[in-house]
């Protein structure tokens, strides 16, 4: 007996549907391997020249289509990963600057959300900030972020475990997002870095970045005093302080020293000529006010 075209039409459909389902399973599975493979192959940190680029490995860097974030270790939540993305992807298109062609072209951003950097990037003494800058320039040289000879390109690096985040500015960008506010920005996150609210703190960075771009103020809470106290310069001045008074601590005491014998005479003279003149006598003075109550 032969089917009906009808039941042979539906028949191929499923076949297709199953088909379809199975190599998005597939496509699914392979992507959790590839990341557990990355994870597993990385976990004494990332080299320059190793992070995935986003806009031409978008699964590498954990997202679902290409963008201008790159999370290989999954930090982020999706959803944020996308809104990061999205924010930069609507200030490339929402600003302009004049480049030296004559072509007004958007500020560009790329980012980098990392667990670690490799130990290797801190090998020639480097502390975590100067590494993390040598890291986001090799990013944003290697990704192409900006345009050529414009200068309008911005990196942003968090590394999570070396607790350092870093915002690196070409020329162009460095005029709008000076240093001043790029160290804002970084700051305004560490509440949310401490409490490790990491997906908000990085859609925070951008949002703000977004915002400075924009001619936006951004606020500032820098939290000065916990920063200044958490910083090496406050050690340093503690340093310099105790060093200044065990420096000058012989000088005060025989400055004491020498005053005091300079006015020992002076009060044995006062002493001396004290009984001969009135009211000199601190018993009589004494006497006299309990007489008067």
């Known amino acids: 007996f032969q089917r009906p075209k009808q039941a042979l039409r539906l028949a191929g459909l ?25 994870v597993l ?15 031409v490995d978008p699964g590498a860097c954990s997202l679902s289509r290409s963008g201008r974030l790159c999370d290989p270790d999954g930090v982020l939540t999706e959803g944020v990963r996308q809104q990061v993305s999205d924010v930069f992807e609507a200030l490339r298109s929402s600003t302009s600057v004049k480049c030296p062609d004559g072509v007004e072209r958007g500020y560009d951003v790329g980012a980098a959300v990392v667990r670690r950097m490799h130990p290797e990037e801190f090998g020639h003494g480097d502390e975590k900030t100067t590494a993390a800058e ?17 200068g309008n390109g911005v990196v942003v690096l968090m590394s999570i475990s070396d607790r350092v985040a870093y915002v690196k500015t070409a020329a162009r960008s460095r005029a709008v997002l000076n240093d001043a506010l790029a160290s804002q920005v970084i700051a305004n996150a560490k509440p949310l870095l401490r409490e490790a609210r990491h997906s908000d703190a990085v859609l925070q960075i951008a949002l703000q970045i977004h915002d400075t771009f924009h001619g936006k103020a951004i606020p500032n809470s820098l939290e000065s005093l916990e920063d200044f106290l958490d910083s090496p310069f406050w050690v340093l001045l503690m340093m310099l302080l105790c060093a200044l008074l065990a420096f000058h601590a012989p000088i005060l005491m025989g400055v004491v020293f020498l005053l005091r014998c300079l006015l020992m005479p002076v009060a044995c003279l006062l002493d001396a000529t004290c009984p001969r003149r009135s009211g000199c006598n601190p018993v009589g003075r004494a006497e006299e006010d309990l007489r008067r109550i």
């Open 41 to 55: 192959a990385h976990a004494k940190g990332w080299r320059k020249g190793e992070v995935p680029n986003p806009f």
């Open 134 to 150: 040598h890291f986001a320039h090799e990013l944003g040289w290697r990704w192409g972020v900006g345009d050529p000879g414009c």
């Open 14 to 38: 499923r076949s297709c549907g199953r088909l379809v389902g199975r190599m998005a399973c597939l496509r699914c599975l392979c992507a959790t391997c590839f990341a557990i493979v990355a």
